[in-house]
Nanobody, 118 residues
């Protein structure tokens, strides 16, 4: 099983980035997918989640209206489009997979760094 994130980097405030998470080794369409983030000295927090069919999405209040989560089940990939980035969005962003139903298998990616700074 692998979750491989990409697309992180350094961006100026107000800029945009698109993160991708490519999944392999499990039946992607049976898993809800999420993005989490963790800044230094803080706990990992949920940023956005999308249902297995892509018809349910939820966001943290801090990113509503700026971030969009999406998925392509044909490509086994989940995305996070991040617009109007702020310095407080700086964190390592992690992809997370959780199987719908039981048994409850879960997987984490290795993370990708996003830095918002001028």
């Amino acid at each position: 099983v692998q979750l491989v994130e990409s697309g992180g980097g350094l961006v100026q405030p107000g800029g945009s980035l698109r993160l991708s998470c490519a999944a392999s080794g499990f039946t992607f369409s049976r898993y809800a997918m999420s993005w989490y983030r963790q800044a230094p000295g803080t706990e990992r927090e949920l940023v956005a989640v999308i249902g297995s069919a892509g018809n349910r999405r939820n966001y943290a209040e801090s990113v509503k209206g700026r971030f969009t989560i999406s998925r392509d089940n044909a490509k086994n990939t989940v995305y996070l489009q991040m617009n109007s980035l702020k310095p407080e969005d700086t964190a390592v962003y992690y992809c997370y997979a959780e199987r719908v139903g039981v048994p409850k298998y879960t997987y984490w990616g290795q993370g990708t760094q996003v830095t918002v700074s001028s």
